[in-house]
Structures are given as structure tokens and as C-alpha cells.
């Protein structure tokens, strides 16, 4: 399956990787010449997840995709609604969050 994105490039997306893959946590390092994001699923009672994805970004467009979720969020935020973030109510729940280093 081929699209055409506003940029004006033809992206191939292949039936298995359009399936995607769930992810509730995101570990964030970087070095001085890359960023990586590892993508998990973390499950009620189970003490290990497994990584589905790992993207590996140059610092420049680390901060270009930082950009666009922003944008992002914003258009979503301003067509459905605020996202809320529940903040925990216990110190035992301490679920993962995205974003952890």
C-alpha cells in the first residue's frame, strides 16, 4: 500500500507494518549523535515488557518530532478536548508513564 503525504513523498506502508503495534510506555535515552525511543507494553501483574519498537533519531529530528506532537496535540485538543493526565492517587499506583528515561 503506497500513500502520498503532504510533503509530496510516496510512503510505502506494507500490511504489517500498518497493523502497528500497542504501546502504554516509552523509554527515552540518547547519546550525543542519537535519540532512542523504545516502545513497550507493559500488563497488569506482569513484571517484564517486551519492546515492540525501536526508533533511533538524530538530535535534529528528535526535536522535529517533538515539534510535531506538540502541533498535534494541539489540533486534537482543540477538535475533541483537553487530554487529561490522572494523577495517581496512591503512591502504589504508580503505573508506567510515557516518557520515562
Known amino acids: 500500500m503506497t500513500e502520498t503525504t503532504p510533503f509530496g513523498i510516496d510512503l510505502e506502508l506494507d500490511e504489517t507494518?500498518?497493523?502497528?503495534?500497542?504501546?502504554?510506555?516509552?523509554?527515552?535515552?540518547?547519546?550525543?549523535?542519537e535519540f532512542i525511543i523504545d516502545f513497550a507494553a507493559v500488563l497488569p501483574g506482569v513484571q517484564k515488557a517486551r519492546v515492540?519498537?525501536?526508533?533511533?533519531?538524530?538530535?535534529?529530528?528528535?526535536?522535529?518530532?517533538?515539534?510535531?506532537l506538540q502541533e498535534n496535540i494541539v489540533r486534537y485538543e482543540s477538535n475533541v478536548g483537553k487530554i487529561v493526565i490522572p494523577v495517581p492517587s496512591s503512591p502504589g499506583d504508580t503505573g508506567p508513564k510515557m516518557g520515562q528515561a
Do not use: C, D, M, Q
Request: glycine letters at 2%; charged letters at 20%.
Open 52 to 68: 515492540k519498537s525501536r526508533i533511533i533519531l538524530t538530535p535534529e529530528h528528535a526535536k522535529r518530532l517533538l515539534r510535531s
Open 17 to 33: 507494518v500498518a497493523e502497528g503495534h500497542y504501546s502504554n510506555l516509552a523509554i527515552i535515552s540518547h547519546s550525543t549523535s
